[in-house]
């Protein structure tokens, strides 16, 4: 391994200054568990990484907004998420996801900002952020700017992040009573990568489906939110038909790609299956008993 210099700074701002815009091998580490892999896979060798561990505690910080809304700092550990009553209570999908993400160790290290910042389209927690309509404020030398985290990701490891900007707070909106989940398929372990992650958030009128947020992710080059399937299901009623209908119509609006988790076929089953089985569960996790 190549030496390189490992930069401590104490404030975000002092961070943001030792990135550089043009240098690729210039890295900032929250957790460090992606960096730490693609270092020993030998695709990264940098030349400065620099450890946001001592910036300002405010941003590892979990709190409620001004508007019922979920403050997350981006440099919040995965596990301080996953134990969080205010989470627990007010957006128990995002829980119930974590428990899941991977293993103990890494959620004890691992931050939002670096999940989200990696990019890698098998991570579970973009597209649970997506469907519930989470917004995520990065910082560079410019100051803020605040977007969906819809618009995050723009392809494998790529995102709209330049290379001295740093995500900072993530913003979810109430779950309030609106039923959701998250399914995840994997081949082996639980916690393993998913050959598909199907998130579903449903605004219910009645027994019908007002409207939908539907995202998948391990199945194309980033998370994707699946309009077709989300038309099908917007004004009906729950019911094993519909439910046939918007899996059919997810898979066949995908251009799925096809990776050592699953073919592209097996993908594309797996999805007219799960869809369904999520918007279900979603149901049955908000203790709704409207569905037939």
């Keep these: 391994m190549a030496p390189f210099e490992f930069a401590t700074p104490r404030s975000l701002q002092e961070a943001i200054g030792l ?37 300002e505690p ?17 440099l919040t550990r995965l596990a301080t998420l996953e134990h969080s009553s205010l989470v627990k209570e007010g957006w128990p999908v995002l829980a119930r996801t974590l428990r899941t993400l991977s293993n103990v160790r890494v959620r004890n290290v691992a931050t939002l900002g670096g999940n989200l910042g990696h990019a890698d389209p098998h991570m579970d927690m973009p597209p ?15 100051g803020e700017r605040t977007f969906p985290v819809e618009a ?7 995102t709209v992040l330049a290379r001295n900007e740093l995500i900072s707070k993530v913003i979810v909106p109430p779950q309030a009573n609106r039923p959701a989940a998250y399914m995840k398929v994997t081949t082996r372990a639980a916690h393993d990568w998913p050959a598909l ?10 027994a019908r489906i007002a409207k939908a947020s539907v995202i998948v992710g391990a199945a194309t080059d980033k998370p994707t939110r699946l309009t077709a399937a989300e038309a099908v299901l917007q004004g009906a009623s729950v019911d094993d038909a519909t439910l046939r209908r918007a899996g ?16 592209a076929s097996y993908k594309k089953h797996l999805l ?21």
Aim: charged share 20%; with cysteine.
């Design 19 to 55: 990135l550089d815009p043009e240098d690729p091998d210039i890295r900032p580490v929250g957790g460090g568990t992606a960096v730490m892999l693609m270092m020993k896979a030998g695709v990264l060798r940098p030349t400065r990484l620099v450890s946001l561990r001592g910036i």
């Design 58 to 74: 405010e941003y590892a910080q979990v709190r409620p907004g001004p508007n019922g809304e979920l403050h997350i700092g981006g």
């Design 128 to 142: 649970v952020l997506t469907a519930l309509g989470a917004r995520v404020t990065v910082t560079g030398p410019q």
């Design 152 to 158: 995050l990701c723009t392809g494998y490891y790529e």
């Design 197 to 206: 992650g199907v998130a579903v958030v449903l605004d219910m009128q009645g």
């Design 248 to 263: 059919e119509a997810g898979a066949e609006e995908l251009d799925i790609v096809g990776d050592p988790h699953g073919s």
């Design 272 to 292: 007219r299956v799960y869809l369904g089985r999520a918007v279900r569960i979603a149901l049955e996790a908000s203790g709704r008993k409207d569905h037939a």
